[in-house]
């Protein structure tokens, strides 16, 4: 059996993964917030984590693994969201959630096998709580319950942070009724128009981190394999949610591997709205730009490093997946190779295999070539070791692991570029006659009927140059036909 190495971030190293139980194998990783459409970077662990997924589900079974992510739908960004559009949070929770899966499905993640909506274990929470304040690890103050972090030694150890120096480092004013300011929130008290629930520290509502404590213990019980999600949640989200499971659940062991994506920027810079470079999936989506082409570009950076978008990289994603599916049409897969799940079992390096599958598409090209000459009788040529068609059923099966394809290659990669050429040709015609006729007017209505549906024209003396603009629209060519 292939053995899956991962970087833990618990204790900085590479690590064998050896699963508490084979036959059940349990990963958690925190999901979005609903109230807005996806942005580009939290297409990021969901891409990542897909992969860490289609592999364990490779090496272990596709029934022996249960990932679950879950969706925040309590929070107070969803209630300012819900108070200044005048809709109901239930209505924002639902529509976004939705988007979410449709944009995630889009660029190719399977679903989890659960996803548990945050609203849907309020007493579980409330239950997590109780057991806290028993067990001295909790507090009730002023209609809130906060963590005691001084309760828990370990507290910082994921992050590598002293409670002492995240104390000098905080500078935000502490509520009165913290016992240490380091404390945080189990549960808020919520007022006539805020979502509550009744508990037994009055109308509330739960702190974020709590819900990753209770829903992964409801559905992954106190000790799993896997936790992952972006680094920028290693402190305080993480931290927090192993005091609350480790204290809760004491000697249980809570996760035993950590697993953090970097940061995605665009064009070299944070992705920010105020620089103009923020961008949903959706958006790239709507502009033409495959959820297959989204992924590469995801995954030609390994998870570990900050990684850029850049639109050229999106445009060379783009050339080398069609290249790719067009040796894989109509092809059965057959076993992804033994070269691509090696390289993926060293803690997911993605950008490698990719760099492997473009070998093996080189070796069918190759292999193509030599086969019709063995095939032919051609003197000399070598009967190669493996088949051409082998070959592509491996290569098809590897993109599948990878979730660069399911089972047919998609329609974006089979539309054939518009041929401008007799638009070019009747434009040069008419330019001829112009030289002759010092009449260009034919020449001007050609050129701007082009222009219109977005081709760009360049005349020079060396000839003429059409080439269709991003805006280009075959439609409006009609009446020159
Ligand atoms: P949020 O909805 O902000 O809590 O984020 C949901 C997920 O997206 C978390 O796992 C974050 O770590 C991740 N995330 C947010 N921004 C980025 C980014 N720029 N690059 C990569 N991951 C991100
Ligand atoms: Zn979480």
């Keep these: 059996m292939t053995t899956i190495k991962l970087h833990n971030t618990k204790t900085r190293k590479r690590e064998d993964f050896v699963p508490i139980d084979s036959d059940n194998v349990r990963m958690y990783v925190c999901g979005p917030t609903v109230y807005d459409r996806a942005h580009l970077g939290n297409a990021r662990p969901v891409i990542v984590f897909d992969v860490l997924y289609r592999l364990l589900r490779h090496v272990y079974g596709p029934d022996h693994v249960t990932y679950v992510r879950n969706f925040t739908d309590v929070d107070d960004k969803i209630n300012a969201r819900a108070a200044e559009s005048g809709r109901s949070i239930g209505e924002i929770t639902a529509e976004t959630t939705q988007w979410f899966l449709d944009d995630m499905a889009a660029v190719g993640a399977l679903e989890p096998d659960h996803m548990p909506r945050a609203t849907a274990y309020i007493p579980q929470m409330i239950e997590m709580i109780e057991g806290l304040i028993a067990k001295g690890h909790a507090y009730a103050a002023e209609g809130h319950v906060l963590f005691a972090v001084e309760s828990y030694k ?83 989200h993480h931290e927090n949610e192993i005091a609350q499971s480790c204290c809760a659940h004491p000697g249980a ?191 001007d209505q050609i050129k701007n009927m082009l222009i219109g549906a977005g081709v760009q024209v360049q005349m020079s003396k060396e000839g003429v140059e059409v080439i269709a603009g991003p805006n280009f629209d075959p439609t409006k060519l009609e009446a020159l036909e």
């Design 154 to 236: 370990e507290y910082g150890a994921l992050s590598g942070r002293s409670i002492d120096d995240m104390i000098a480092g905080a500078r935000v004013e502490v509520a009165p009724y913290k016992r240490n300011p380091m404390d945080f929130v189990l549960w808020k008290p919520s007022d006539g128009d805020t979502p509550g629930w009744d508990s037994p520290w009055g109308r509330g509502r739960p702190g974020w981190h709590i819900e990753c404590s209770a829903m992964s213990y409801e559905l992954l019980g106190a000790h799993f394999d896997i936790h992952g999600g972006g680094n920028d949640l290693m402190f305080p």
């Design 253 to 443: 062991g809570f996760a035993n591997y950590w697993l953090h994506n970097e940061m995605l920027q665009v064009e070299g810079k944070k992705m920010s709205k105020s620089l103009g470079n923020f961008f949903t999936v959706r958006d790239l989506l709507d502009h033409g730009v495959p959820g297959e082409v989204i992924r590469y570009v995801m995954l030609s950076t390994h998870y570990r490093k900050p990684m850029d978008w850049t639109e050229k990289k999106a445009d060379e994603a783009k050339r080398k997946l069609k290249s790719w599916y067009d040796l894989v049409k109509g092809v059965e897969a057959s076993k992804a190779s033994r070269i691509i799940i090696d390289n993926l079992a060293e803690d997911l390096n993605t950008a490698f295999t990719l760099r492997q599958l473009d070998q093996l598409a080189g070796d069918i090209v190759h292999n193509d070539k030599f086969d019709g000459q063995f095939e032919a009788g051609v003197p000399n040529a070598p009967q190669m070791a493996r088949s051409s068609s082998e070959l592509r059923s491996e290569f098809k099966a590897s993109l599948q692991l990878l979730g660069l394809i399911g089972d047919e290659v998609p329609s974006w990669s089979e539309e054939t570029a518009f041929d401008l050429s007799r638009f070019q040709r009747s434009l040069e015609a008419a330019r001829s006659v112009a030289m002759q006729t010092k009449d260009f007017s034919g020449v």
